[in-house]
């Protein structure tokens, strides 16, 4: 494929079931194989891991429903890890989604009215305040490790959001 010099190329063709060791070797060995002055796109990726481990072997686009319908089952990204916002215990939580997050949902409702809405069974608003949060993170995740690329501070921003992330938040976010 190389040797067509096209205007980019696609990584693809797993079905998504891969160990996440093998996954990440098979995108460094394409990015690495291929020309790095052309995009190189990995389809059908939507974990925040995911993206940043893939954008820091030199993968430069994606594409995923993962943030969109993980949103329809109250599930949505935050800087402590995903949260099930469907959940009873945030029933009087009024906080925004997610603290510090600069999107719509989270400047204009709380975690309590999104999880009344899935109470209520008028989950559709709560779906989609939650994928308009999920989508919004995940730019805003990766424009911060575009800058921190250009300020040479990549990896102390990948240890930021790997050890935020994963570990548990004060509130009792996993």
Known sequence: MVKRDLPGYAIGGMAGGEDKDDFWKTVKLCC???????????????????????????????????????????????KNGMIKL???????????????????ACKNF??????SNFANKTNNCAMQLISLHNVHYLIHLLRGLRDAVLNDTAEAYAIDFFTNYFSEDPNGVP
Do not use: N, W
């Open 32 to 78: 690495e194989l291929l020309p790095a002055d052309k995009p190189r796109y990995v389809m059908g990726i939507g974990y925040a891991e995911d993206l940043m481990i893939s954008s820091l072997l030199g993968a430069d686009m994606f594409d995923c429903v993962f943030a969109t319908r993980t949103a329809r089952f109250g599930c949505a990204f935050t």
């Open 86 to 104: 469907h959940k009873g215990k945030y029933a009087e939580d009024f906080g925004p989604i997610s603290e510090g997050c600069t999107c719509y």
């Open 110 to 115: 709380t975690r309590s009215y999104v999880q």
